[in-house]
């Protein structure tokens, strides 16, 4: 069983896991614009290191109009040991409806805390103009990474979507009692990823918790959150919750999954708010 333990509303106009957003003033610029948020993920990254998996971060640089310069905008989380990540951390950026604005986003292999992308290994590049982007169907462009000769460097995805005006952040906390056991040697190392829904059906990243170690009944810290970053302002829209059990090696073993909506999650603490967790391929085998 599972439900969320506290949780509350508040007012907020920022979210540290977002790019900094201004207000944009329709008198300020010649061209219409309206604010998109970016999503990133990749498939079947270069494998750079010897005894694990690559720790891929990605690095959106955007282009100068006069002198055609590349400057760095922003930069994702580092996720540890996949080749397949999919990125929480969202570039938001304003769209000029009549103006070229070209995009160039470089992955890397981090192998320390140093912020000097020198120090990583490269892992190749996509160029592309967000027009592109958001003309694509879905709003999702797919394109190969390339810069690497001779290599294979996989393949990047990126989504966007119109942020609503909604302005309200939320504070969640959430609990689980009798997850499945998934380590052999001891209990399960819990965490949660949540996603919104498409409207082609498809899932997109918006959090992830941090990892519980050695219990089957995890209590996670409280997180605050935009509420267009859970729904974009539509409070009907379907949210997924999936529950894994962390590996080291990037390996995470999926314990099950519930879905809900803001609309339920607003309702806060009650038995609205317990859900059973289900692993769609055991569903039939066990009722656990």
Sequence with gaps: ?????????????????????????????????????LTVSCRNLLDRDTFSKSDPICVLYTQGIGNKEWREYGRTEVIDNTLNPD?????????????????????????????????????????CTLGEIVGSQGSRLE????????????????????LSNCRDAVLMQFCANKL????????????????RSNEDGSFIICHKTEVVKNTLNPVWQAFKIPVRALCNGDFDRTIKVEVYD??????????????????????GQSQFNVYEVINPKKKGKKKK
């Design 1 to 37: 069983m599972f439900g969320p333990d506290k949780l509350g509303i508040e007012m907020d106009f920022g979210y540290r896991g977002m790019a900094p957003m201004g207000d944009f003033c329709p008198f300020s610029a010649s061209i219409p614009a309206t604010k998109v948020e």
């Design 246 to 267: 962390w590996d080291r090696d990037g390996s995470h073993d999926f314990i099950g999954e519930f879905t809900t909506s803001y609309r339920e999650l607003s309702r």
């Design 87 to 127: 990125f929480v951390k969202k570039f938001i950026m304003d769209y000029f409806f009549e103006e070229r604005q070209n995009l160039r986003f470089d992955l890397y292999d981090v192998d320390s805390k140093s912020p000097n992308l020198a120090k990583h290994d490269f892992l190749g590049q996509m160029f």
């Design 180 to 195: 499945d056991k998934k380590d052999f040697f001891g209990k399960s190392d819990p965490f949660l990823v949540f996603y």
């Design 143 to 162: 394109k190969i990474v390339t810069g690497i000769p001779g290599k294979n460097c996989g393949i990047i995805i990126v989504t966007a979507e119109e």
